[in-house]
């Protein structure tokens, strides 16, 4: 390699390094924080378990275990959940400090104003996932009976579905809060937006698409419900 190359990878090198070696302290902090409170969830898995479902009704309905080996599934997965739950305050707290620097006063404030909401919006979606998989469950068991059928879930599959879309709609609830945060900043205007509200709308159902369950009752649901989020998140933001 020429010198001269050398010398401006060096300069490279030099400028983003201090930047490169904070991100590392920061992962590694959240990568310790996922540690411990993923190994927290792994023992306590069978307490956290009870927790999630005495939130259901269970009535026509079997749970089983299918293997033996689901017990050490259950607590692997209640570790993963646990450990990834308890790391978002942390991310959410590291992202802030690193956008900071970029934004103005002002700007900084609002964005800080914002995360209490976004909080609250997460645990609404998870909430609001919860209840699709009880609709879900009554559906199913409501039809199951009415033709003398028995009903019998596999544990595992019902726990990762619940936490997946729980998950998933606590990440969509967010919507209007991505919003706000790109017009107050001015990144995008409000009318442009608005005039690719198609492209967004299409965007939003086919991440639903993917969502567990895809009964066409839990679908229409979450369908309208991103929408809806959209819709409230330009009308707030006039």
Same mark, same amino acid.
């Given at each position: 390699?020429?010198?001269?190359?050398? @010398?401006?990878?060096?300069? /490279?090198?030099?400028?983003?390094?201090?930047?490169?070696? %904070?991100?590392?302290?920061?992962?590694?902090? /959240?990568? *310790?924080?996922?540690?411990? !409170?993923?190994?927290?969830?792994?023992?306590?898995?069978?307490?956290?378990?009870?927790?999630?479902?005495?939130?259901?009704?269970? &009535?026509? #309905?079997?749970?089983?275990?299918?293997?033996?080996?689901?017990?050490?599934?259950?607590?692997?997965?209640?570790?993963?959940?646990?450990?990834?739950?308890?790391?978002?305050?942390?991310? #959410?707290?590291?992202?802030?400090?690193?956008? $900071?620097?970029?934004? &103005? $006063?002002?700007?900084?404030?609002?964005?800080?104003?914002?995360?209490?909401?976004?909080?609250?919006?997460?645990?609404?979606?998870?909430?609001?996932?919860?209840?699709?998989?009880?609709? /879900?469950?009554?559906?199913?068991?409501?039809?199951?009976?009415?033709?003398?059928?028995?009903?019998?879930?596999?544990? !595992?599959?019902?726990?990762?579905?619940?936490?997946?879309?729980?998950?998933?709609?606590?990440?969509?609830? %967010?919507?209007? *809060?991505?919003?706000?945060?790109?017009?107050?900043?001015?990144?995008?205007? &409000?009318? @442009?937006?608005?005039?690719?509200?198609?492209?967004?709308?299409?965007?939003?159902?086919?991440?639903?698409?993917?969502?567990?369950?895809?009964?066409?009752?839990?679908? !229409?649901?979450?369908?309208? @419900?991103?929408?809806?989020?959209?819709? /409230?998140?330009?009308?707030?933001?006039?």
């Amino acid at each position: 390699m020429p010198e001269e190359d050398k @010398t401006k990878l060096e300069q /490279v090198t030099e400028k983003f390094l201090p930047y490169l070696q %904070e991100l590392q302290k920061k992962l590694l902090i /959240v990568a *310790i924080s996922m540690l411990i !409170s993923g190994t927290l969830g792994f023992i306590y898995y069978h307490e956290i378990l009870d927790f999630i479902l005495s939130l259901f009704n269970f &009535k026509g #309905i079997t749970m089983v275990l299918t293997s033996p080996y689901q017990f050490f599934n259950l607590a692997i997965n209640t570790g993963l959940a646990t450990g990834l739950t308890s790391a978002i305050p942390l991310i #959410i707290y590291f992202l802030l400090n690193f956008l $900071k620097p970029a934004l &103005k $006063k002002e700007e900084y404030k609002q964005i800080l104003n914002l995360v209490p909401f976004a909080i609250i919006l997460f645990l609404a979606g998870f909430a609001f996932g919860v209840y699709i998989m009880q609709f /879900v469950i009554s559906i199913f068991a409501q039809t199951a009976q009415s033709f003398n059928i028995g009903n019998i879930w596999d544990i !595992s599959h019902f726990f990762s579905q619940t936490i997946i879309m729980g998950v998933c709609l606590g990440i969509i609830f %967010e919507l209007p *809060i991505l919003v706000t945060i790109l017009i107050k900043l001015k990144i995008l205007k &409000k009318s @442009t937006i608005a005039a690719n509200r198609k492209y967004i709308y299409a965007v939003l159902i086919i991440i639903v698409a993917f969502l567990p369950p895809n009964d066409i009752f839990s679908l !229409s649901i979450l369908t309208i @419900t991103p929408l809806f989020l959209f819709e /409230v998140a330009l009308l707030l933001n006039q």
